[in-house]
Nanobody, 128 residues
Framework: QVHLVESGGGLVQAGGSLRLSCAAS????????MGWFRQAPGKEREFVST???????????DYADSVKGRFTIFRDNVKNTVYLQMNSLKPEDTAVYYC??????????????????WGQGTQVTVSS
């Protein structure tokens, strides 16, 4: 069982930045594939970013087109934490952001159903 706790959400003006954190339990965090998803009111949960272990100290990262170049995912395996640095925020980034994890890193996972563990979510609101 993996327990995930997100933090770092809040209210920010358009063009501003926020950093989300997701602290995970588990002794093998470094090998987890981690993802960030978001869900706006009335919309389905959508993929934002993911990172997975590729072997050694190499990690793969990918992003939704809507956030590419603005968001960065990175992890601190000592702290068992994955982060989502969000810059140049837009009102359309407003959503509840969820952290997700799976123990498997064999391929890149873009779909919510491919993740086994979820955090409670953190609200991000971007004002215009």
């Amino acid at each position: 069982q993996v327990h995930l706790v997100e933090s770092g959400g809040g209210l920010v003006q358009a063009g501003g930045s926020l950093r989300l954190s997701c602290a995970a339990s588990g002794r093998t965090f470094s090998s987890y594939a981690m993802g960030w998803f978001r869900q706006a009111p009335g919309k389905e949960r959508e993929f934002v970013s993911t990172t997975r272990w590729r072997g050694g100290s190499t990690y793969y990262a990918d992003y939704a087109d809507s956030v590419k170049g603005r968001f960065t995912i990175f992890r601190d395996n000592v702290k068992n934490t994955v982060y989502l640095q969000m810059n140049s925020l837009k009102p359309e980034d407003t959503a509840v952001y969820y952290c997700a994890a799976t123990l498997y890193s064999d391929y890149v996972r873009f779909q919510a159903y491919e993740y086994d563990y979820w955090g409670q979510g953190t609200q991000v609101t971007v004002s215009s």
